[in-house]
């Protein structure tokens, strides 16, 4: 099964080298922005020159969780003083960085065009295969948001070109459509029985059926292993490499 994604799902805006931002979800206030491959988003130092160069200004609280592979969302108000295990924030205040470390994942934000709310997710195959787009959104829409007026923005991730996965994992993902792709798609094969993964069209999928508007879901189409001049890729780099920061924060520094 093939699916190209129409070109109104392109969302591809950079700033200087250091940072990618998700422009489709700028226009209602969020900032969305994702670093680069100019620093390693473990060294929390760097880390912090990089929010405030970004203008999340240092006197707003950051909320970071221990990333599992999960989809489990936790409120930002619970993840300031101590980091739960789960793999998405969400919350109303405009007070507050939502902040994941990612490297090949997606990164999602989510935002509501009638509040302050907004979520951010930390999204691999894993992530995605439990549900977490779908648990993010009936998140928001339990806490009052209409979904009709839900803007998704996905991130720089592993694309289909570099996303080989075997039959086992294959399988978790053959309810949604457009999610696997032919081993054609891959760059490179290392085994002999995968197929290609199409991450941005299960996020899509599953925010799809939640009754998220399709025009309102925008997504990048780089792909973090292919281009190595300007990201991590946990594929190019194994194990213990450096990471990515994603930051969601709906307070704009005064310009
Ligand atoms: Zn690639």
């Given at each position: 099964m093939t699916q190209t994604h129409p070109q109104a799902l392109a969302d591809e805006v950079w700033e200087g080298d250091t940072a990618f931002i998700m422009?489709?979800?700028?226009?209602?206030?969020?900032?969305?922005i994702m670093s680069t491959a100019?620093?390693?988003?473990?060294d929390r130092e760097a880390l912090e020159r990089w929010l405030q160069a970004c203008?999340?200004?240092?006197?707003v609280p950051r909320a970071s969780v221990r990333q599992v592979h999960g989809a489990t969302i936790v409120p930002a108000r619970d993840a300031l003083e101590s980091q739960p295990e789960a793999d998405g924030l969400w919350t109303d205040d405009v007070n507050v960085a939502l902040l994941v470390r990612v490297a090949d994942c997606a990164p999602i934000w989510l935002a509501d065009e009638g509040s302050s709310r907004c979520a951010l997710l930390h999204a691999g195959w894993r992530g995605l295969a439990s549900g977490i787009v779908t648990r993010a959104v009936g998140t928001l829409v339990e806490a009052g948001t209409n979904m009709r007026r839900l803007r998704i923005g996905i991130g720089p991730h592993l694309q289909p070109c570099c996303c080989e996965v075997g039959p086992e994992v294959a399988a978790a993902f053959s309810?949604?459509?457009?999610a696997l792709r032919s081993a054609?798609?891959?760059?490179?094969?290392?085994?002999?029985d995968s197929v290609a993964l199409d991450m941005t069209a299960v996020a899509v999928a599953q925010a799809r059926a939640a009754g998220?508007?399709?025009?309102k879901i925008t997504a990048a189409s780089s792909c973090t292993r292919c281009r190595a001049d300007a990201f991590h890729s946990y594929r190019r780099n194994g194990a213990g490499g450096p990471l990515m920061a994603a930051v969601a924060v709906r307070r704009m520094e005064p310009a």
């Open positions: 422009g489709g979800v700028a226009d209602i206030g969020l900032r969305a100019a620093f390693d988003a473990r203008k999340v200004p240092a006197d309810v949604w459509p457009g054609r798609s891959l760059r490179t094969r290392i085994r002999q998220v508007i399709e025009t």
